[in-house]
């Protein structure tokens, strides 16, 4: 049995609680908030006391999918982007940039956050993005 513990910031929201992260032969099995951390305390919400969840779910999705004849398939991930890139830009050159919304997600790092949006404010010139934090 490998019984170990990793120290580590709770993703969904910008308070930064810290918690340990106990895996048990290499599976997230928990989440125990930190004692010392001045920021939690001992303390977490709901969203901190179950971020390990995710992780091992079976709903998550782990292959790119695509629509097709009505259908979500599995396909490349090569694929799948050339679709996205190809399908914003028809829409930004065919309505505009602010046409199209985008939404991020807590479970990105804050450098991730902001290349984000600056990516949708710079490449197509609109200021509709959001995050999940916000929800
Ligand atoms: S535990 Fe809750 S309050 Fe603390 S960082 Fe996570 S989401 Fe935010």
Redesign the pocket.
């Known amino acids: 049995m490998d019984l170990q513990f990793v120290r580590t910031?709770?993703?969904?929201?910008?308070?930064?609680?810290e918690?340990l992260l106990e895996t048990l032969d290499g599976k997230l099995v928990s989440t125990i908030?930190s004692k010392t951390n001045v920021?939690?305390g001992g303390?977490?919400?709901?969203?901190?006391?179950n971020?390990h969840e995710f992780v091992q779910s079976p709903n998550r999705l782990t292959n790119p999918m695509i629509r097709k004849d009505g259908e979500l398939v599995e396909t490349t991930w090569d694929e799948a982007l050339d679709f996205a890139a190809r399908r914003l830009r028809e829409i930004k050159d065919n309505h505009g940039g602010d046409s199209l919304a985008f939404l991020t997600s807590?479970k990105c790092s804050n450098e991730d956050n902001y290349v984000f949006q600056k990516f949708c404010r710079v490449g197509f010139g609109t200021n509709n993005v959001d995050h999940c934090?916000r929800l």
């Open positions: 910031t709770c993703p969904y929201c910008g308070c930064g609680c918690f908030p920021m939690n303390k977490l919400c709901i969203k901190g006391w971020a807590a934090a």
